[in-house]
């Protein structure tokens, strides 16, 4: 099988980004777009990001997660402690977020350290969780092998019985993590390929070195 995609081609033309324009800390710049593309575009998901990890195995991998919150110190994003991603952090907590807003020709690539939130934080952050939710997040050994969606649906539905009426704990190998960035590259199509790149490189005065880089 083989199908040919030499001919996919698009010009970006939707904006631009210049060294003279950006604030300095680009937090305030991932706000200023974040808010731009939940406002005038149409982005399903504007929060969903890919997450990469150095795995276990050795391998990179990545996957989606949602961003649930952004602050001056990083990103935060909840998930299993026991899942390949969670014990891939726990051995490395290097790790890369990235988000493509493909109808703003933008995309966004974060290098920072992974580490969990406070207990704290993901015990509000658990409350405030759809029940359904809550009781998936116990329900699920994410990342494990299951026999069949049989054994999930069974257990979700034991686990309902169990808690009528009870309030649910979370279950301590569920939290957040924060992604303290280091390194942060905003990219803006441009017409000819001549795409803008402006990165952010953390200094060890903790003030951000601002370069543009060559398409
Ligand atoms: C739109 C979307 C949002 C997702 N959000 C999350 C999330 O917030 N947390 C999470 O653990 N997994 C989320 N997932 C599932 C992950 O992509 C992944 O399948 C799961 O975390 C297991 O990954 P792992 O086995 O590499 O740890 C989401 C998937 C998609 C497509």
New binding site residues.
Partial sequence: MEKDLSNYRKSYEKGELLLENVPENPIELFRNWFIEIDTHFSID?TN?MTISTMGVDGFP?S????LKKYTYEGFI????YK????KAIEANPNVCLSFFWHSAERQIIIKGKAEKISENLSDGYFESRPRGSQLGAIASN??DVVLGRNELEAKLKALEAEYEGKEIMRPKHWGGFIVKPVELEFWQGRPNRLHDRIRYLLQPDYNWKIERLAP
């Fill in positions: 998901e969903a991998k996957r989606v997660v949602l994003f909840y998930t299993n899942s390949e991603k969670g994410q990342s």
